[in-house]
C-alpha cells in the first residue's frame, strides 16, 4: 500500500506449503532410502510496491519491523519410518544416531564411551556398534576404550590390585629368605640327644654320661669360649629340637654323674619350670597348621619366632637361678657346689639347647 510513492504498509511472504509422502509399506519405504527425491517449501517473500524480487530478506527495502518472509513450510512422511530410518524419504540415521519404530526423528547414541567412534548408519536401537580410536585396543577386549596403560592398570585391578601385586612380592621375598633359613638349619652340623645327657670334660676327653657322645658346640648362643673350657664342668643337654613334634624336655631325675652335687627337690622344681617354658601350646601348634595351608613359607617363619621365643623363656629361668639364695638353685650346699655357675646356652638356630 503507497501514497503519493510512499510505502507505508507491505503484506507478508505467503507461508510454505506442505509436501506428505505416503509409503505404502516398510518395503517401498526402504527402498525409498536414500532416493533422490528432492523437495522445497520455503516461505514466500514480501513485496514492498514495485521492487523487484529480492534473494533474501536482507535485501528487502521493506520495513523488517512490520513486513516478514513467509514461515518455512512442512515435508514429512505420512506414515512412521521403520527403525533405524527418518525424514522425508525414511533415510537411514546417520553413525551415532538410531531411532525405533514410530520415533519422529533420530537420537543420539549413548551406549559406548566418550572416546568411542561410532561406525555404523541406520541403527534401529539404542545399542549403536562402535569402535575404539585408532592406536586403542580392540574394543573385543576393552570395551571401554581406554589407552593401552589405563587398561593395563585396570586388568591388574586398579589400586587394589597393584597393592596385592606389592604385597605378593613381598612374600616372594621374604619365602625365599625363609627357605634359605630352614635350608641352613636342615644342614646345620648340630646334635639332637634322644634324652638329657651330661657331657662333662676331664682330660681333654668329652665323654657324655647317661646317652651317647655329642660334639662341644662352639657356635652359637652363650657357647663356652676356648678361656672358658679350663673350668668347665659338665653340661647337661635339653632332649629334643625345640620343636611342635619334639618339644626341649628336661629330665625330672638329675644326672647320676652329679647325684651327689644336686639337690633333687629343688631339680625337679626347676625341670617342671623348664618344660612349662619350652612346651608348645594348641594355639601355637593350630597356628602352624593354618599357615602350612595358607603359605608354607611363613609357618617356617613363625616356627622360627617362637622357637627362639622359648629359648628366652629358658634362659631368662636360668639367669634367675643365679643365686644360692634362688628357690630353683638345684645345687647341694655341700662340697663345691657353692662355687658353681650355671649358664643356658643354644645353637644358632634354638634347636639344641643345654646348661
Not at 185 to 213: C, N, W
Not at 304 to 320: D, F, P
Not at 323 to 339: I, L, V
Amino acid at each position: 500500500l503507497a501514497f503519493n510513492g510512499t510505502v507505508i504498509a507491505a503484506a507478508g511472504g505467503g507461508g510454505g506449503g506442505f509436501i506428505g509422502v505416503n509409503w505404502g509399506t516398510k518395503d517401498e519405504a526402504a527402498e525409498g532410502r536414500g532416493s533422490r527425491i528432492g523437495s522445497s517449501v520455503d516461505g514466500g517473500k514480501p513485496v514492498c510496491g514495485s521492487a523487484s524480487e529480492m534473494a533474501s530478506p536482507d535485501e528487502s527495502p521493506c520495513d523488517v519491523g512490520r513486513d516478514m518472509w513467509g514461515q518455512p513450510g512442512v515435508q514429512t512422511a505420512l506414515t512412521f519410518c521403520p527403525p533405524g530410518c527418518s525424514g522425508f524419504s525414511c533415510g537411514p540415521c546417520p553413525a551415532g544416531k538410531f531411532s525405533v519404530a514410530s520415533a519422529p526423528s533420530c537420537l543420539s547414541c549413548a551406549n559406548g564411551p566418550e572416546s568411542a567412534v561410532y561406525n555404523q548408519t541406520g541403527c534401529p536401537d539404542p545399542t549403536c556398534p562402535y569402535v575404539c580410536p585408532a592406536g586403542y585396543p580392540p574394543v573385543q577386549g576393552n570395551p571401554e576404550c581406554l589407552d593401552p596403560v589405563r587398561l593395563a592398570f585396570q586388568m591388574i585391578g586398579g589400586e587394589v590390585g597393584v597393592v596385592l601385586l606389592v604385597l605378593l612380592w613381598m612374600l616372594a621375598v621374604v619365602s625365599v629368605m625363609v627357605l634359605r633359613m630352614h635350608s641352613r638349619i636342615r644342614k646345620a652340623p648340630h646334635t639332637v640327644p634322644a634324652r638329657s645327657g651330661f657331657l662333662e670334660q676331664a682330660s681333654g676327653r668329652k665323654l657324655l654320661r647317661g646317652g651317647r657322645a655329642l660334639s662341644v658346640v662352639s657356635k652359637g648362643v652363650n657357647a663356652l669360649q676356648p678361656e672358658h673350657l679350663p673350668y668347665h664342668v659338665a653340661r647337661i643337654y635339653l632332649r629334643g629340637c625345640n620343636h611342635p613334634n619334639s618339644p626341649w624336655f628336661l629330665d625330672l631325675l638329675p644326672p647320676d654323674c652329679q647325684a651327689d652335687r644336686i639337690d633333687e627337690l629343688t631339680w625337679v622344681r626347676f625341670a617342671e619350670q623348664v618344660n612349662a617354658g619350652a612346651r608348645w601350646t594348641q594355639r601355637e601348634v593350630a597356628t602352624i597348621w593354618v599357615l602350612r595351608v595358607v603359605c608354607w613359607p611363613l609357618s617356617l617363619a613363625y616356627t622360627a619366632t617362637r622357637r627362639h621365643r622359648k629359648r628366652e623363656a629358658v634362659e631368662q629361668l636360668c639367669t634367675a637361678m643365679g643365686s644360692p639364695q634362688s628357690s630353683t638353685w638345684f645345687w647341694s650346699a655341700f662340697g663345691d657346689s657353692r662355687h658353681l655357675e650355671t649358664l643356658f646356652g643354644s645353637d644358632g638356630h634354638s634347636t639344641l639347647g643345654f646348661f
